[in-house]
């Protein structure tokens, strides 16, 4: 009887948390076939790779479309043109040039061409042909990729955690 | 039990009364307790704290609600709480990498999360309130979510025409047209060419049995730690299109007995000119000279050949045709002279053009091929192999039609097994239970799975037919997005209407125009209207942009015009007739809307303009960055030397003033010029004139592989 009763109160309290408890789903392991796929190696040490975000991925499809032809020494066609033009135009990946500069800047320098900034008109306007936003994502894959690594200005410190 | 011992309780009684009646309260306490500690109720407060913590608080908590929140699209089947928790994903304030998840901003995408909500995209659970739940698969929810570098999947399941900001997924479908997937899969909207493997209709004409007996055995040879696959032993940047069956010894004897005595069509008989022939028997630089013009027609330009550079061996040319360094070894001498002569005679669809031989050039280049390009050793692995016999031929045609070699290749009188494969045109949907693991040691979901069938088929499944490729990993994950982009139907028909179809185009004239541009196959590297290739320039609008006196000259003798792309154009030796006929069609029919003739009176142009207008090319704005004139200039875009015989005055204008009008994807940006600034350059431009025929330069072969890619013209 005694025990009847014990076992009864035992399995209610049991039954009442099991209820309870979240039942948590079996998290998939790390998976080893995958791999980032947006990703730029760099351009002085092919070894060291640098995984891109969303915005910078699509800064480096702009890049090997329209400014790569002047902006690196190695393009998808082979010879690039930087060799052969005066002033020699900055490396995208510069960071010693570009690090210093503010984002209003480099977007104002595409958007508006090298002449309306005081510096050389051999680096064309592109504000008719690329939005505000492809320009922004083209500064960013800029960042991304520059050597020495580009440190943002008065970041606001985050300690914060999600929980 | 009688009513005065019910009142008698024990003392022990009483006790068990208390404890369980406490236990029991305790047990409903629970219940608020693991209300309040709820996980997406944690992450509600951890926002607002977050938020309280930045300059913009109120911006960040103008729309803060402490309960659930939902994004409602009955028409898509849409019911998401992602954004319960990831609650900042619309605060362009919070797009630095230093937020943390799950408050960080969504990047910019073209579509608003408030008309289209997250798992339309991202998959997963929507209407999961737990992070596991939501993110993972679960026994009663089987969809997880979408790893992000596959998200491109999801652009192309609505986008099924090619977006420039997806070019995993272009790539992907671009993959599955070459290694012509769809001979044995239903895969919606990749394209069927007519002839997907060559027709073997006549192959015995062509090669030996100790050949395809080796060719079946390792079509591809080698591939290395890296993955990296070489052909025939060189390097190549490619997967070769024939796959590797795994086949054993008699089945390898049986498909070759079969194949060799397949002779449909015999060869035409051709005999080079006897004289022609003594003539250079004499000359022992025969061979260098058919290397030359070997190059000089620009075989390179669909063919490539394994070239030592600096002691490293690599497959260098296009990858249209196939790979030609032993070829001498494989093909007979009379098949080769009739292929050159007539390709369409042998392959009636082929993308190989007719080009019009003399009896010397022909000698030339087959001697150079059938003694130069060739490898003593090619065969010496392929064993002993007799005149085929009646039971090996009779077994070689049964394995042709079992093992799926009819669902690619052509073999007159032989009818292919209808859908050989699976129907894939809605795996990108499937759930894992759906799936067949076997022994894999692999996580069950449908990303795993398909990457690990596409690596290895038999992993998955040891009586799988599906013959083994070999992938980098960049063109599996490819490979893996373009097929998550099939989720076959859409489920409601609001998700329906956003299908954006890819356009069918073809570009297929009649008349004299249509028999020059076959034979020629123009189509093979030029656009027409969207149809045909992409290794050479987008011919649609030529007609307004070339003047017709150019276009015959440059048929007949094509130069380059661009220094930093590698010429390809073939040398066609077209007749003054041919040239005439195209250049006719293509400055009548392929014309712009935007580049009006009537509107442009080179007439009115003057000196002074003209000094204008350089004046405003070499300083104002520095044209020479890009475009040489004289000696001088870039090598971005086209050599200006002979703009004015090239270009019409009207193009001229009309790209000035918009160049994505003309061709929407060039590189050249749109400028603000004035309207007289336009007419000064145009009047420049229309100035220089080159000598005409400058002398022919010999072809150099390296870099055409890359110099496909990414090129804006």
Not at chain 1, 34 to 57: F, G, K, S, V
Not at chain 1, 103 to 121: P, W
Not at chain 2, 15 to 30: E, G, M
Request: contains cysteine.
């Amino acid at each position: 009887m005694k025990t009847r009763f014990w076992t009864m109160a035992f399995l209610l309290t049991a039954f009442a948390l099991a209820s309870g408890c979240q039942k948590h789903a079996d998290s998939t392991k790390a998976d080893l076939l995958l791999r980032a796929y947006d990703i730029e190696a760099d351009w002085t040490d092919a070894q060291h790779i640098t995984p891109l975000n969303y915005r910078q991925a699509q800064g480096k499809r702009l890049f090997y479309q329209y400014c790569v032809w002047c902006h690196a020494d190695a393009t998808p066609a082979g010879p690039s043109n930087r060799s052969n033009l005066t002033p020699v135009p900055a490396l995208l990946n510069d960071g010693a040039t570009l690090n210093t500069e503010s984002d209003e800047y480099i977007q104002n320098i595409i958007a508006l061409g090298g002449s309306a900034m005081g510096k050389s008109a051999m680096m064309p306007p592109y504000g008719r042909m690329l939005s505000a936003d492809e320009i922004r994502s083209l500064i960013a894959f800029t960042r991304a990729i520059a050597q020495p690594p580009y440190q943002p200005p008065g970041r606001p410190g985050s300690q914060y955690s999600a929980k | 039990m009688s009513a005065e011992q019910m009142g008698k309780l024990t003392y022990r009684m009483r006790l068990v009364f208390a404890v369980s009646s406490i236990v029991f309260l305790a047990v409903l306490a629970i219940s608020p307790f693991k209300d309040y500690r709820r996980e997406w109720k944690q992450y509600k407060r951890s926002y607002l704290r977050f938020a309280q913590g930045r300059p913009d608080t109120k911006k960040l908590l103008a729309d803060y609600n402490p309960n659930i929140d939902q994004i409602w699209l009955p028409g898509m089947n849409v019911v998401d709480r992602c954004t319960t928790c990831h609650q900042g994903i619309t605060q362009a304030t919070l797009a630095d990498n230093a937020v943390p998840e799950p408050f960080r901003a969504h990047p910019p995408i073209p579509h608003n999360v408030r008309d289209w909500g997250c798992t339309v995209c991202h998959r997963g659970q929507g209407p999961a309130t737990e992070v596991a739940e939501a993110h993972e698969s679960t026994l009663a929810w089987e969809q997880p979510v979408l790893p992000t570098r596959f998200i491109q999947a999801s652009c192309g399941t609505c986008h099924q025409a090619d977006l420039p900001q997806t070019p995993q997924v272009t790539r992907g479908r671009q993959l599955l047209t070459k290694l012509n997937c769809q001979g044995c899969h239903r895969l919606p909207g990749i394209d069927r060419p007519q002839m997907l493997g060559p027709d073997l209709s006549s192959v015995g004409t062509k090669v030996s049995r100790e050949w395809i007996y080796k060719w079946l055995k390792e079509p591809r040879t080698i591939v290395d730690k890296d993955g990296n696959a070489t052909v025939n032993g060189y390097e190549s940047q490619e997967e070769p299109r024939m796959p590797k069956f795994r086949l054993t010894d008699e089945e390898l004897r049986a498909l070759s007995a079969y194949l060799s005595t397949q002779k449909a069509r015999p060869l035409p008989t051709y005999k080079i000119d006897a004289r022609v022939v003594a003539a250079w028997n004499k000359n022992p630089e025969l061979a260098s000279q058919g290397e030359l013009r070997f190059r000089q027609m620009f075989c390179s330009t669909c063919h490539s050949l394994a070239v030592t550079r600096a002691g490293e061996t690599q497959l260098i040319g296009g990858d249209i045709g196939p790979e030609l360094t032993k070829v001498g070894s494989k093909v007979k001498p009379d098949w080769l002279i009739a292929w050159l002569r007539d390709p369409q005679g042998y392959l009636p669809h082929t993308r190989m053009p007719r080009y019009g031989w003399s009896d010397e050039d022909l000698y030339k280049v087959t001697q150079y091929i059938t003694t130069n390009l060739t490898d003593s050793d090619l065969l010496s692995n392929v064993p002993q192999l007799e005149p085929p016999s009646e039971p090996e031929i009779q077994l070689g045609r049964r394995l042709f039609l079992e093992k799926g070699c009819a669902s690619c290749h052509v073999i007159e009188g032989v009818t292919p097994q209808k859908d050989f494969g699976p129907d894939l045109s809605a795996l990108g949907a499937k759930n894992a239970s759906d799936l067949e693991f076997s022994n894999a040691k692999i996580p069950h979901n449908l990303v795993s799975y398909i990457q690990a069938k596409l690596h290895d088929p038999v992993s998955v499944n040891p009586a799988a037919r599906m013959p083994q490729y070999n992938w980098t990993a960049s063109d599996l994950d490819a490979v893996t997005t373009a097929l998550l982009t099939m989720k076959g139907p859409p489920p409601t028909s609001a998700l329906q209407n956003l299908v954006v179809q890819r356009k069918e185009v073809d570009f297929q004239p009649r008349g004299a125009f249509g028999e020059v541009y076959d034979r020629y196959k123009c189509y093979t590297c030029h656009k027409f209207n969207g149809f045909g290739g992409d290794l050479a320039p987008d011919l649609s609008y030529e007609g307004s942009r070339a003047q017709r006196s150019w276009l015959v000259q440059f048929l007949k003798n094509p130069q380059t015009l661009r220094p930093t792309l590698t010429f390809r154009m073939p040398q066609f030796n077209m007749s003054e007739k041919d040239a005439a006929i195209l250049a006719d069609y293509i400055t009548m029919v392929l014309q712009h809307p935007a580049a009006n003739p009537a509107a442009v009176n080179v007439k009115q142009f003057t000196p002074a303009m003209v000094s204008l207008g350089k004046q405003l090319y070499e300083v104002k704005y520095q044209c020479q960055s890009c475009h040489t004139i004289g000696g001088t200039g870039g090598y971005v875009g086209p050599n200006l030397n002979n703009a004015g015989n090239w270009l019409t005055a009207a193009w001229i204008e009309a790209w000035l003033q918009n160049p994505q009008a003309l061709v929407p994807d060039t590189i050249e940006p749109r400028r603000t010029f004035t309207g007289e600034e336009v007419q000064a350059l145009t009047a420049y431009l229309m100035t220089l004139r080159a000598a005409t025929n400058p002398p022919q330069k010999t072809a150099d072969v390296t870099g055409s592989r890359r110099a496909d890619q990414g090129v804006g013209r």
